[in-house]
């Protein structure tokens, strides 16, 4: 899955949870880089650009929250799924009608046939934090 969220950490080149002086005096020191007097190439344009972004967001405690929200959330997405399956590819037990898949960390992700929902669902791992997502035919 592609991230469509722009780290603005790493473009201020300090760490997740950086106070806002760090932050601060991050975005001193690169924007120096980019004094008038030295060249504005194309190429750097855009990184003065999304430095200056950046900045405007982390800057405000309030933005900032927000966007830390949304950057966990794309990680979550991005990092925590383990694989995609198919409803047909998961071991069925007749007796309890719950369909399970295992999981590399020795767990098992499990769902009952009653909560498979067309197109997909995503289960989370009883043992770890990984999720599968589960494609369901309709
Ligand atoms: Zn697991």
Redesign the pocket.
């Known amino acids: 899955m592609e991230s469509n969220v722009i780290n603005f950490y790493e473009i201020l080149q300090c760490d997740r949870n950086a106070s806002a002086e760090e932050l601060k005096r991050s975005y001193q020191r690169l924007v120096l880089t980019f004094h008038p007097d030295k060249k504005i190439t194309s190429n750097n344009h855009e990184s003065f650009l999304n430095i200056q972004k950046a900045w405007s967001v982390l800057r405000d405690p309030h933005s900032r929250k927000q966007y830390d929200a949304l950057l966990s959330c794309e990680e979550h997405k991005e990092l925590l799924l383990y694989d995609t399956v198919s409803v047909l590819d998961m071991d069925y037990d007749n007796s309890s009608s719950i369909y399970s898949y295992q999981?590399?960390?020795g767990?098992n992700y499990s769902v009952c046939a009653s909560e498979l929902k067309p197109p997909e669902i995503v289960i989370e791992?009883d043992?770890?934090s990984?999720s599968i997502q589960v494609i369901v035919p309709t």
């Open positions: 999981c590399r960390c767990g791992c043992e770890c990984f």
